[in-house]
């Protein structure tokens, strides 16, 4: 969760940014707008979007639940929205969701995407946010990239420390991200700028080392040695190296099940002003995992869940990785390689 000191004469501040952000993703007069959030969220942050959505005419309230049950027997992760919540967010024309744990990649959200409601996922530090401001650039980007997807059939990643990981496309189509929820049915998570696929998820074979500066989520930590992960037949079989390898492992066998292990994602970030080391010098208030997944040129893959991407796994986890030194190749065509692109037709 994002803590920060926070004083009602902040709001002031934020609600200029908040409101250009709601702007780039077309909240328009008359708009029912729901900021969803929790106990923990910054308490700045939903006045300051009901104000921001009020300015651009729309009509716009906040529902608050508490983040910890009173029996405490849920644990903290993803937001678990009450069921008159739901029913409210399905009829709101836009959602800013503010919860500590977000509602990506559950059946709630699903359902709610359905009715054509557009959700704005927003959990960063207000500098970070302004920083990184919706981008038509970025945009362009990452639409450049899923249309670079399209009629794609393999995807290759390779590295100088061993990395030589294959895997079958097929029909899956590409998604990307980037910080706007502007049209229906859309989600997104301002801040980022990606474009990823799901592959077939049994056809995924090889090894995949993650090198010393990688970045393994949700532990959002630097790797500090080598970790080696050997998939087979679509799943993450044998996992080796330090103390990231350790981690990783107890938390697929503590949290997870079978899906867990098994490819979820493969893409790159398309964000020009995405800084890698931000995690590094604002551990302190929990920012910096949005870029740090963006990064421009860097390769994102993740394991578990994906069915919010239209994938077929519905995990309990979903873990990702953000990688800096990795080749990615489409039907043998290079994409990206160390963090530059190859392909100009997606720089």
Known sequence: MIRLPVSH?????????????????????????????????????????MAAARDLGAQAF??????????????????????LMIEVMKQADFVVDVSTGGMLYSNDHEAILATG????????????????????????????????????????????????????????????????????????????????????EETVEGLLVLSPGDILFPFERYVTEPLRIHFEKGSARRIEGGREAVMLETLLESRGDEGARRLSHIGWGVEHRAAWDTMSVRGWDNAGGVEARSCYGNVLLAIGENRDLGGKNPSRLHIDMALRNKRLELDGMPIV????????SVA
Not at 62 to 80: C, E, F, K, V, Y
């Open 117 to 200: 409601t557009r959700i704005l996922r927003v959990r960063e530090p207000e500098d970070i946010l302004l920083r990184l401001m919706p981008s038509k650039d970025v945009k362009d980007r990452a639409e450049r990239g899923v249309a670079r997807y399209k009629d794609v059939r393999k995807v290759h990643v390779t590295s100088k420390d061993g990395t030589d990981l294959v895997m079958e496309k097929g029909d899956r189509a590409a998604s990307n991200q980037y910080g706007m929820a502007d049209s229906p049915g859309r989600w997104d998570h301002w801040g980022t700028g990606l474009v990823c696929t799901t592959v077939e």
């Open 337 to 344: 390689d160390c963090c530059k692109f190859i392909d100009g």
């Open 9 to 49: 004469d902040s709001t002031a501040d934020i609600i200029p940014i908040f409101r250009e952000g709601l702007r780039q993703s077309r909240v328009a007069p008359g708009e029912k707008v729901v900021i969803y959030a929790d106990s923990f969220t910054n308490p700045v942050y939903a006045p300051a979007f």
């Open 62 to 83: 906040a529902m608050t639940q508490p983040l910890i049950n009173a029996d405490a027997s849920n644990s903290i992760g993803r937001a678990n929205p009450q069921p």
